[in-house]
């Protein structure tokens, strides 16, 4: 059997929406799984040289773990298989690589084992993965696509309006493991950080969903987590200053370092210069996709 998954980039928190928001972005990575194949992992694109090939990354262990989850009483192993990789979203940056990697493995192991792919089985790939990997707000979006409001383990879903259009600036040479980031976040926040925050997140949803950029510009600003993780990359600090200025909305996508940005009529992201990538990335519908060869 020979099945290929393939699963978005995601941009988790969306400023004020900390551990809630999550948004699907059209920038994939693909995993091909492969009985008939010689047993091995391998990898290409974004950090093949840094990721296990003895079946210690995320996808081997979310294949396993779909297993021990699914298999029934009678505790089917996983069988001898070719794993392989194509990696175009970068690790480490804030853009879901892990989510990603759990959701592919979670997906393709519910495959080797028959299991159907409707709104039930999506629930299902989603708790195992949300699980596995401890980020519910990226894999939300990973396995449903669009704008993703995570509370209590529930996940709904919201269509983004044609008028978003999503940049992410992503630093070359910079990285935040999401566990530093965490770290440095406060145990307590004022009182009004927290009320500010419940109502920009609220103003978030209506203009992504609405596409009413001029308010996404006011309501994209968050008080728990964003002036914390910019303090430990100063240079990605200047460039939010500089769009800010520019009359661009943006944000830290997920923990940092990458931004996420949304560019309208009248304000254009200004060139962030030398070791960033910029990619234009549509908002994607869909989230996690398997198919059979």
């Known amino acids: 059997m020979r099945f290929t ?3 978005p980039a995601t941009s988790a928190n969306l400023g004020p ?5 999550g948004l699907a972005l059209d920038l994939c990575n693909e995993v091909t799984l492969d009985t008939e194949a010689t047993p091995g992992v391998t990898w290409e694109g974004e ?7 003895d079946g210690r990354d995320v996808v081997s262990r979310a294949i396993r773990a779909a297993f021990e989850r699914w298999s029934g009483p009678e505790g089917r192993e996983v069988p001898p298989l070719s794993l392989h990789g194509v990696n175009r979203i970068p690790l480490a940056r804030g853009l879901g690589s892990s989510s990603a990697a759990a959701v592919a493995g979670v997906a393709l192991g519910r495959a080797l084992l028959g299991l159907p792919g409707d709104e039930e089985g999506r629930a299902e ?3 195992a993965a949300a699980e596995l990997e401890g980020h519910p707000d990226n894999a939300a979006p990973a396995v449903y696509g669009g704008l993703t409001v995570i509370a209590d383990g529930r996940v709904r879903r919201f269509d983004v309006h044609p008028w978003v259009r999503p940049v992410v600036l992503i630093p070359e040479h910079l990285r935040v493991p999401t566990e530093e980031a965490r770290r440095a976040l406060p ?3 004022p009182l009004a950080d927290a ?10 949803l209506a203009a992504l969903t609405s596409g009413d950029l001029e308010l996404l510009a006011a309501a994209l600003r968050d008080r728990l987590h964003e002036e914390v ?21 943006v944000c830290v996508s997920g923990s940092g370092p990458s931004l996420l ?5 009248g304000a254009v992201l200004p060139d962030p210069g030398e070791g960033w990538r910029v990619l234009r990335l549509p908002v994607r519908p869909v989230g996690v996709e398997v198919r059979r060869a």
Request: aromatic letters at 8%.
């Open 229 to 249: 993780r910019l303090a430990l990359v100063p240079p990605v600090r200047e460039v939010v200053e500089e769009a800010r200025r520019a009359g661009v909305p």
């Open 187 to 189: 145990a307590r926040v």
């Open 5 to 7: 998954a393939r699963v």
């Open 17 to 21: 929406g900390f551990d809630c928001f």
């Open 261 to 265: 940005a949304f560019e309208r009529e």
């Open 125 to 127: 790939t989603f708790a």
């Open 195 to 204: 009320v500010a925050n419940i109502a920009h997140a609220a103003l978030v």
């Open 47 to 53: 950090g093949a040289a840094e990721l296990p090939t």
